[in-house]
């Protein structure tokens, strides 16, 4: 069935640091690819999104490209700053079941 | 606007007792959809609605029910409350189904069932 699994967290990182959380899927024909971020006490926000393979979407300096040979959106950012502390979700959707599958979520804090 | 709204922000049930959550959203959303998040397993959907006066399950239904009399609002309940459902429970809209397809998340209700 579909699928979507992402890194455990907590992930730990300094104020200015690279950050990689990788997500990778399981899924039946060609899905789109979200990452969602949930920030302290707030629902889930859409981060950035590809709908098709080699696709990149980016935002607040976030991107993540859709790798069809490798089955994997990973979300990167070169500099992470302390309000990017949150839970980030990798999630697919799939036009035949018309429905979003999300990953368990990762955790990241970034420290000053 | 508003965006989506959840009433009520907590509450603490005991088991057996009922209660309603309702979700509002003002973008004249076709489908809603509620979800419930709990630590390691990221979102799973309970039901959704495509449309004013339609339901349907998600992956996990069981004890809960669900109405959309209107298009706006979209009414979870728990007849029978159970431990197993302390959860946070999260309502999303769509204005469509599509592979463009963005959901909007309210703030969640926390519930918690002794």
């Known amino acids: 069935g579909n699928s979507v699994t992402q890194m455990e967290g907590p992930v730990t990182l300094s104020e200015e640091a690279f950050l990689t959380i990788n997500c990778t899927y399981t899924a039946t024909g060609y899905p789109s690819l979200f990452w969602y971020v949930q920030y302290p006490g707030e629902g889930l926000q859409l981060l950035l999104k590809a709908t098709k393979a080699d696709d990149k979407g980016s935002n607040k300096g976030f991107e993540a490209t859709y790798r069809k040979e490798t089955t994997s959106f990973h979300l990167e950012k070169g500099s992470v700053q302390v309000s990017d502390s949150a839970v980030y979700f990798c999630a697919l959707f799939y036009n035949q079941g018309g429905k979003l599958i999300f990953g368990q979520g990762t955790e990241l804090s970034v420290k000053p | 606007n508003a965006g989506v709204t959840q009433t009520p922000k907590f509450r603490v049930l005991k088991t057996g007792q009922s209660m309603t959550l309702l979700c509002a959203q003002d973008m004249n959303h076709e489908y809603m959809y509620w979800y419930r998040q709990d630590p390691g397993m990221g979102l799973r959907l309970i039901h959704y609605s495509v449309g004013e006066g339609t339901t349907a399950k998600g992956e996990v239904p069981d004890g809960y029910n669900v109405s959309r009399l209107k298009k706006q609002n979209f009414l979870l309940g728990l007849e029978s409350a159970a431990p197993s459902q302390t959860s946070v429970y999260f309502c999303?809209?769509?204005?469509?189904?599509?592979?463009?397809?963005?959901?909007?998340f309210g703030p969640g209700t926390r519930l918690t069932v002794l």
């Open positions: 999303a809209s769509s204005y469509h189904l599509g592979q463009y397809n963005e959901q909007f």
